[in-house]
C-alpha cells in the first residue's frame, strides 16, 4: 500500500498537527505501507489560474511548472492524508492551494457520482478503492469545531473521487501538548493514533473506538478556558516585556 501524507502546518513537525499525524505514520509504516510525507511549507505551488488548460489542451497536466508537477504522479497512492490544522473553521490556505491544483486528476465530463454530478477520475482504479484520511487539530474545546473541515473533506473526495476512510481529530490540542510535557496520562491518544495507522493498513477502516479515543475529552471545559486565558494572559506578558 502507498500512502501520500501532506502536513500543511507551518510549523511542519514541531506543530500540535505532528503530535497527531507522526504516530498514525508510523503505524502505517509498521503494517507493512510505503509512507511518503510532503510539508506544504516546503513546496513551492502556484494558486490555480482556472484556464482549464489542464482539461483543454494538456489533459491531466497544468501548464505551471511548479512542484505540482512531481506531486500529480503521487496521487495514485492508494491512501492520500490531509493533516490540517484548522484555521477559521476550515483547512488552512497551503492545503487548500494543493486541493485546488489537483483538477487535472478528474475528467471535465460528467457523471452521477453518489447522486451528485461530479467529473470521473483519470484513474479508474483509484475511483475504485482509493481512501483520504483528515488529521485535524485545533485549540478550541469542543469536537464540533471540526464539523465544517469534516464536510469539506467529504466533498472534496467526492470531487476526487475517493473512499473517506475517517478523520483522527484533536481538540484542545495546547492543553494536550502541555499535559504530555507534565507527563499526564494522556499517551494513550498517541497509541491510538498508532493503532488507527496499523487498522486502516491491515484492515482497510479505522474502528470508531480507536477514533474516539484521539478525540477523547482531557478536562473539563470550565478548567479548559481558566488554564487558555492564564497562559495567554502570561504569554501576552511577556511579549510585551521583551
Avoid at 117 to 143: M, N, Y
Avoid at 219 to 230: D, G, H, K, L, S
Wanted: aromatic share 8%; hydrophobic share 40%; charged share 25%.
Amino acid at each position: 500500500m502507498k500512502v501520500l501524507a501532506f502536513n500543511s502546518s507551518p510549523k511542519k513537525d514541531k506543530g500540535n498537527t505532528s503530535l497527531i499525524l507522526k504516530p498514525f505514520l508510523d503505524g502505517m509504516k509498521e503494517a507493512g505501507a510505503d509512507v511518503e510525507l510532503l510539508y506544504t511549507k516546503d513546496l513551492k505551488i502556484n494558486p490555480c489560474q482556472g484556464e482549464f488548460n489542464c482539461w483543454l489542451k494538456t489533459p491531466g497536466h497544468c501548464f505551471q511548472q511548479d512542484d505540482m508537477q512531481m506531486i500529480y504522479p503521487k496521487l495514485s497512492s492508494d491512501v492520500i492524508v490531509f493533516a490540517t490544522p484548522l484555521y477559521v473553521d476550515g483547512i488552512n490556505a497551503s492545503m487548500k492551494n494543493i486541493m485546488d491544483r489537483m483538477l487535472p486528476i478528474v475528467e471535465p465530463f460528467i457523471e452521477l457520482h453518489e447522486g451528485h454530478c461530479r467529473h470521473p477520475s483519470r484513474d479508474k482504479k483509484i475511483a475504485e478503492q482509493g481512501k483520504v484520511v483528515l488529521v485535524s487539530t485545533c485549540g478550541f474545546w469542543e469536537i464540533d469545531n471540526f464539523d465544517s473541515i469534516i464536510f469539506h473533506i467529504k466533498a472534496i473526495c467526492l470531487n476526487m473521487p475517493r473512499k473517506f476512510a475517517g478523520a483522527l481529530l484533536r481538540p484542545h490540542c495546547n492543553a494536550f501538548q502541555s499535559m504530555l510535557a507534565m507527563g499526564a496520562p494522556v499517551k494513550d491518544i498517541l497509541e491510538a493514533a498508532q493503532e488507527a495507522g496499523r487498522q486502516l493498513v491491515k484492515n482497510g477502516k479505522m474502528s470508531e473506538k480507536t477514533l474516539n479515543t484521539i478525540s477523547r475529552e482531557l478536562i473539563p471545559r470550565e478548567t479548559f478556558i481558566q488554564m487558555a486565558n492564564q497562559t495567554f494572559t502570561q504569554v501576552i506578558e511577556a511579549a510585551q516585556k521583551s
